[in-house]
């Protein structure tokens, strides 16, 4: 297939924090363009900042993306590994007369030598944004006008030199943004910015159009705290010789104070949500509407859908808020709302976290699965709930919740009564809800007794916790056998509340 027409986009963190929300974010909308597009998408990390890098980061990178089900189609790419490109191509610029050799030393000049500042934050999209333009007036580089002579000098004595970009003094650098529109910025505002430094490494700006170029991507999808670089980098297309691709810088998020995303407003990183118990597919949802909308007011968007509809042309440039409430509420409808089928991996991969799924029921007999997870989900908002408060339908290891033993096993009849009931149920020639019901009630008509008052305690003594699912539906699932045993079990714990 000719593939020479279909989009091509990337992902390119920076491996110098973790995969927070605002690079899923943006990893998010790359992935669904690509597959809304029939594209391909690329993953390149951008390593060469030796001094923020932090090589370890990038396996966790690699999770939290594959947590969130995006999957690249090519790399990942490491930029540490085409620094030759990056050199060649600065070389090229200088012979070509764009770009300069510059000697300053990195205190005499603002800016000489250093990479882009990062944006306050490093919760957002990591290399950050190049304020250069507004904070530092353009000061022309004394190296820019040297002369031929002194130049030589300057190389005979192996004074150590950077190459810097001339900016075209007069003029004006405009670029149509996908979603910002049309940008124009004076070029006397641009400072000649760094494109290799004196100790050979690439600064960002350079790397990113060098590859940008080279892995032919005609689609950049960033943050918008990356807009103020890009006139930067339209310079750099056209002085390598190139048409830049074209750009589209997605908002910025920002926490619920109307500040920009970070941990004062809780988690920031994808791993801790994982951690959490969030399902991938409700976190999908809900970061897919940061800063998107499919344009009517539908919100329960499954992936599949995303990926029909999701375009460009919906992307806001107002910020979006992170609302941690709204985030919960996708889980919940995500947990209640899935396929069985679909939600059965998730269940499966928490029990397995919680070293309850090897040898279990779960494991061995997919169809009681289902029929235990069904019974459980409607009380549930996080995936942990399988392995907590309910974790006494997977496995006999649970305890019995102190509360709920003091409110519900304070009766001295109790287990007398219950010692009954767990002979009644063993006795049942068939188990289902209603012979279950019927049992229990027949006792407690015998007892003189409340139904209620049998009804609480058996579901603590059988699965631990005063809130669980409607009991009967609950002795079903758990199977007869267990049933009388656990009631069995719990006696000794009954007599001394
Ligand atoms: N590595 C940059 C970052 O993490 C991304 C650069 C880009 O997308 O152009 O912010």
Not at 45 to 55: A, C, G, H, S
Not at 243 to 265: N, Y
Request: aromatic share 10%.
């Amino acid at each position: 297939m000719d593939r020479t027409n279909q989009p091509r986009v990337r992902f390119a963190p920076s491996p110098t924090g973790y995969l927070h929300v605002g690079g899923a974010r943006t990893a998010l909308f790359n992935w669904l363009y690509a597959r809304r597009e029939r594209g391909t998408m690329l993953l390149r990390i951008e390593d060469t900042d030796v001094e923020r890098n932090r090589p370890e980061l990038v396996d966790g990178i690699l999770a939290g993306l594959k947590w969130l089900g995006i999957e690249w189609d090519e790399g990942p790419y490491f930029q540490s590994q085409r620094l030759d490109m990056y050199r060649s191509e600065a070389k090229r610029l200088l012979v070509s007369g764009a770009a300069y050799a510059c000697y300053c030393k990195a205190s005499s000049y603002a800016g000489a030598d250093a990479a882009p500042a990062a944006d306050s934050e490093e919760e957002q999209e990591g290399e950050g944004d190049d304020e250069g333009p507004k904070t530092r007036k353009n000061v022309a580089c004394p190296c820019r006008e040297m002369s031929e002579a002194d130049r030589a000098a300057r190389e005979r004595e192996g004074v150590p030199a950077a190459i810097r970009f001339g900016i075209p003094r007069i003029g004006a650098t405009t670029f149509e943004d996908a979603v910002f529109g049309s940008r124009e910025v004076q070029n006397a505002e641009i400072e000649d910015f760094v494109l290799l430094r004196s100790n050979g490494l690439p600064t960002y700006q350079l790397s990113v159009v060098v590859d940008d170029l080279d892995m032919r991507i005609t689609h950049v999808i960033r943050g918008a705290d990356h807009l103020s670089n890009t006139p930067k980098q339209v310079l750099l297309y056209r002085a390598l010789g190139a048409e830049p691709p074209i750009f589209a810088h997605v908002p910025l998020i920002l926490g619920p104070d109307r500040t920009r995303l970070s941990k004062r407003h809780g988690a920031t990183s994808v791993s801790s949500y994982a951690d959490e118990g969030f399902l991938p597919e409700a976190f999908r949802n809900f970061l897919a509407l940061l800063g998107w909308s499919p344009g009517d007011d539908s919100e329960f968007l499954r992936t599949s859908e995303l990926m029909e509809r999701f375009s460009l042309a919906g992307v806001s440039r107002t910020n979006a808020i992170f609302d941690r409430p709204k985030l919960e509420w996708f889980n919940t409808q995500y947990l209640q709302k899935l396929p069985i089928e679909d939600l059965l991996p998730c269940v499966a991969d928490e029990l397995r976290r919680a070293n309850l799924w090897n040898g279990s029921q779960a494991a061995a007999d997919p169809g009681w699965f289902a029929r235990a997870v069904d019974l459980i989900r409607p009380r549930t908002r996080f995936l942990q709930d399988f392995t907590t408060w309910s974790r006494g339908f997977f496995t006999d290891d649970f305890d019995f919740e102190p509360e709920a033993r003091a409110k519900f096993w304070k009766d001295e009849r109790l287990p007398g009564m219950l010692g009954k009931l767990a002979d009644a149920l063993a006795a049942l020639p068939e188990w289902n809800h209603d012979a279950c019901d019927a049992a229990l009630r027949q006792l407690a008509s015998a007892e003189g007794v409340k139904a209620g008052l049998l009804i609480n305690a058996t579901r603590v003594a059988i699965l631990g916790r005063a809130v669980a699912p409607p009991l009967f539906e609950s002795m079903v699932i758990l199977g007869q056998d267990r049933v009388a045993s656990r009631i069995r079990r719990a006696l000794p714990a009954l007599s001394a509340p």
